[in-house]
């Protein structure tokens, strides 16, 4: 497994946070690969320094070296004017244009395959196997309706770092007048057009919970990605609905002991009046 890496991007101190958490979740599903965080330089040492003594690798990474117009079509604020958010809320710590800086992780030819997952995601169950898909490899991005198989979710996929992939990326990311709508995943879908498809239990988004109860199987999911709002955050405007997940991430985010994913009842079930 030495060869192998979980990677995660760092670019504030919440998601600091978030990737502690998921640290955590790694080793207790067992893992032997490495875990690699990169971060940029909206992040402190300090902040830094409980990842280094969970266990990671910390590398140093730059925002990509994007033209001064690319970085202004990809701002927040005009980002979020013109593909506005409609079906969740993004915190305020939420910056679009950090999101690029994943595909830094092509650079890191010490490992033949790798395995990203955003910082606002916990594993369940050891994903190791993910190790043997090939690139590039993804869940579909269903939350909403079973439509969505079409669409990749770039919070977890499979990789193979190389410079020329990433030389490849970098040509085409700041074409005249791109605009990826939704950023890094706009981009991946339309980079990678034959991506090949993981299961949704490999990158549970939360909404499923509510949107799709029956697609839930807590015997099935590997990985929970708390996409929109964050677990963290103190009382978002999905808490109340989404609370035995922001439960079970709290547990990670203390070090306490997760629930017996066997004695958890499904959405579903919960919802059923006959239950």
Request: hydrophobic share 45%.
């Amino acid at each position: 497994m030495t060869r192998h890496a979980f990677v995660t991007l760092v670019t504030n101190v919440d998601y600091a946070r978030g990737a502690a958490a998921l640290i955590r979740s790694l080793k207790r599903a067992g893992t032997k690969a490495e875990v690699v965080v990169l971060h940029t330089g909206g992040v402190a040492a300090s902040q830094l320094s409980p990842l280094k003594a969970l266990g990671a690798r910390l590398v140093a990474s730059e925002l990509l070296p994007t033209s001064d117009a690319f970085n202004e079509r990809h701002a927040r604020a005009k980002l979020h004017a013109d593909a506005p958010f409609i079906r969740g809320r993004k915190p305020d710590f939420h910056t679009p244009l950090d999101n690029f800086a994943k595909l830094r992780l092509w650079e890191l030819e010490e490992y033949d395959r790798v395995v990203f997952l955003d910082a606002d995601t916990i594993v369940l169950r050891s994903i190791d196997r993910l190790f043997g898909y090939p690139e590039f490899s993804a869940a579909p991005n269903v939350y909403e309706s079973l439509s969505d198989f079409h669409r990749l979710n770039s919070g977890v996929f499979v990789a193979q770092p190389s410079r020329a992939t990433f030389d490849a990326m970098l040509a085409r990311l700041d074409a005249p007048d791109a605009f990826w709508r939704r950023t890094d995943q706009t981009f991946l879908e339309t980079f990678f057009p034959d991506w090949h498809g993981l299961p949704v239990f490999d990158n549970m988004l939360q909404y499923v919970w509510f949107n799709l109860p029956e697609l839930w199987d807590w015997a099935s999911v590997r990985v929970i990605h708390y996409q929109y709002e964050k677990p963290w955050e103190a009382a978002h405007p999905r808490a109340e609905q989404l609370r035995p997940l922001i439960e079970m991430w709290k547990a990670l985010d203390t070090d306490l002991p997760l629930p017996d994913l066997a004695g958890l009842a499904n959405p579903a079930d919960r919802a059923s009046p006959q239950k």
